[in-house]
């Protein structure tokens, strides 16, 4: 019976190779083709085996929602009153404080809307990347306009970005009053001071937040400083000062989950984009290539980091397993022993708890990976060879559908490590506009047992090819099986 159930998910599995080449995956062209590439396989999607870890429910845009509808209640934290520091604090700051709105060109209808501040007496702005993404990735879809606290309003020109620590530096037609310093140093905070946040929450009307500085958030590829204060939708880009009015970071993003945790980017970074700005003549025609260019940076620092040492292994039942927990990524894990299920499943995920922002739509520089080690004792062997191929899947990977990225590219094989056979699944993504970026989806099962599966699934989006297949070499060459079991 067990060689007969064997024979069956070797069937099943081999139903889905006709056509797949048997040791490489293509490397697909920047916009491929539907069914480019000889012996390259388009999967039907279906729902993956294991979900995998998803972003962190962190709240990046800087935009704010639509008004809440005649009887909806908008469940966002409202700011709480300012004290009377804050008052004053806002009156000499109101005048550099902007909210910067992307507008469609085709009717300047509203798109979206965050915040700004002009540094010193120039007139240079600095928001978020976020808040005028729309413009540097679509130019001519998308334009913006800033907005003063007295409601005076102007063009914006785009002149620089920082994708990695999201950042953006515009021009103006106005000066700044001098309120607004930006240090040509770090500025040292000690945990626990306060701090004053600016901007346009929901857009509502321009507003102060008052909160305190928590550190710097460890679990990040880049850093950032917590704020233990309300920063709501539309704050995206504005100032966070001190008591003195020096700018310490810049408001980026909330949690979710959490209760006044926010998050600013530090003014290093705002400093070193600004001595960018101060050596150009212009701005970049076109911010495609100098986005790619940073993502292909990013990438190169975040895969070195991830592979500086060989992948940990941890026990699954009999099965070794790959995982890497380090200070970017954190694992879980959770099993349904308990559930009135007729098989018995345990899951272990690990996954970066960031990503870079580089649209609504597309979020990149992100690593998981996840385990399932499904067994039972009920069910007879071709039953469970059964359920076994069924949860055993291939979806297209993540992201089916985003016009950012082109159709997937899926290779499928039978690899042997040294103790252990796989069924191996291999999906490569390019991006449209980011030359040289690709995300890959790694899908494996094993195929030495008949009452039992480990099933497991890698993503690492924005990489270069070589270094996707670098990632998913390594993961694929360390599964094995325990010896002692």
């Not at 979806?395 to 997937?408: S, V």
């Amino acid at each position: 019976m067990k060689h007969l159930a064997l024979a069956l998910i070797l069937s099943c599995l081999a139903a889905g190779l006709a056509g797949a080449q048997s040791d490489m995956t293509p490397r697909p062209a920047a916009v491929p083709a539907a069914g480019r590439g000889a012996g390259a396989t388009t999967l039907p999607l279906i729902p993956p085996l294991v979900t995998p870890p998803h972003l962190p429910p962190s709240a990046p845009p800087g935009v704010s929602p639509s008004a809440p509808a005649p009887g909806e209640v908008d469940d966002q934290d409202a700011l709480p009153p300012p004290s009377s520091a804050a008052q004053d604090l806002y009156a000499a700051a109101r005048g550099d404080l902007l909210q910067i709105r992307m507008l469609l060109k085709n009717g300047h209808t509203q798109s979206t809307v965050g915040s700004g501040f002009l540094v010193g007496s120039g007139n240079l702005v600095v928001t978020n990347y976020h808040v005028v993404s729309q413009m540097a990735l679509d130019p001519d879809v998308y334009t913006a306009e800033y907005v003063d606290t007295d409601g005076n309003r102007g063009p914006v020109e785009l002149m620089a970005v920082d994708v990695l620590h999201d950042l953006a530096v515009m021009r103006i037609d106005r000066n700044g009053s001098g309120f607004f310093k930006v240090p040509e140093r770090p500025v040292r905070l000690n945990q626990g001071q306060r701090l004053y946040s600016l901007g346009n929450p929901l857009d509502l009307g321009f507003a102060i937040s008052e909160g305190a500085y928590n550190g710097v958030v460890k679990r990040s590829f880049y850093d950032q400083l917590m704020f233990g204060g309300p920063i709501n939708s539309g704050m995206s880009g504005g100032p966070s000062v001190t008591g003195n009015g020096v700018v310490a970071g810049i408001n980026v993003s909330k949690r979710r989950d959490g209760e006044s945790v926010s998050f600013l980017v530090p003014v290093r970074h705002a400093q070193e984009l600004l001595r960018k700005v101060a050596t150009q003549e212009r701005p970049p025609r076109d911010f495609n290539p100098v986005i790619a260019a940073q993502l292909l940076a990013h990438q190169r620092e975040m895969v070195d980091r991830l592979l500086e040492e060989p992948l940990a292994i941890k026990s699954m039942g009999p099965y070794l397993v790959p995982v890497r927990e380090s200070g970017q990524l954190r694992c879980w894990g959770r099993s349904n022993i308990k559930a009135a299920t007729a098989y018995t499943s345990d899951a272990m995920s690990c996954a970066m708890e960031a990503a870079v922002y580089v649209s609504a739509t597309q979020q990149t520089g992100h690593v998981s990976m996840t385990h399932q080690y499904i067994r039972s004792d009920s069910l007879h062997p071709l039953p469970f060879a059964t359920l076994a191929s069924r949860l055993f899947r291939t979806d297209q990977p993540r992201g089916a559908g985003n016009a950012r990225l082109a159709k997937p590219h899926c290779t499928e094989r039978f690899v042997h490590t040294r103790t252990l056979p796989l069924r191996a699944v291999t999906c490569v993504r390019a991006y449209r506009k980011f030359e040289g970026l690709y995300n890959f989806t790694l899908l494996t099962a094993s195929t030495d047992a008949a009452e039992s599966s480990l099933q497991s699934r890698l993503d690492i989006s924005g990489v270069s090819y070589d270094n996707g297949m670098r990632v998913t070499q390594a993961f694929l060459g360390a599964f094995g099986r325990n010896p002692r079991r």
